[in-house]
């Protein structure tokens, strides 16, 4: 590019995506003079998606500013708690993120889950078909004009990638509401109607049901119970809540 020049600064929890030499306070970037900012943000490496307000000589503008020579650009984190207007809050999960998928649905929150890799194209039209917030560790597929809207998972670690979610979007939480298999909605089921489903020592042992309307799924307070139970209570302390 040979245009016109401006100067740039990041927040710091966008730092992870730019290169280190645009991290020390601002540094030049020459503009082709056509671009928008929100094109030019991207091509330093952040998503919009994980962009709040970008500030122009310290007042706020659209993604589609053309910048001017000489003007001091920052850009600042999304806002948490981010709203997202114009649909029920629901999210979209690729391939990589089945473990905080389950997590999301243990505590009532929708969450589709693709759980073969249906490619960047086809996850960014159901993401806009279906209004659901896109997450993904993959930038590329957040760049793409196509998704409704999107975040970035920070972390590897399921437990952290879950409560950067609950952080970040405040979604309501309805615990052992939604089947984890299929995100189905659950619903008391009384023994006698489930018990062809069920092993001979689960019918002795276990009088409390729930089946999803979607899948038929069964459930009970099995053995693994007490782990999930731990994460259903770590996240109605830390963000709040109806215990179902």
Known sequence: MNGPEIDITFAPELHLFVPAERRQGPSTVVTDGTSTLGHVVESLGVPLTEAGLLLVDGGAV????????????????????????????RFLLDVHLGTLARRLRLLGVDAAYENEDIGDPALAALSAKERRVMLSRDRGLLRRREIWAGAYIYSDRPEDQLRDVLQRFAPALTPWSRCVACNGPLADADKE????????????????????????????????????????EEALREFGGAAA
């Not at 659209?62 to 809050?89: F, W």
């Not at 109607?193 to 099995?222: I, P």
């Open 62 to 89: 659209p993604v589609s500013h053309i910048p001017a020579a000489g003007e001091t650009v920052h850009v600042e984190a999304v806002e948490r708690p981010q709203q997202v207007p114009g649909a029920p809050l």
């Open 193 to 232: 109607s489930v018990q062809d489903q069920l092993r001979n020592g689960t019918q002795r042992s276990y009088d409390v049901f729930a089946q999803c309307a979607a899948c038929e799924r069964v459930y009970w307070r099995g053995a693994h119970h007490a782990r999930l139970e731990a994460i259903v």
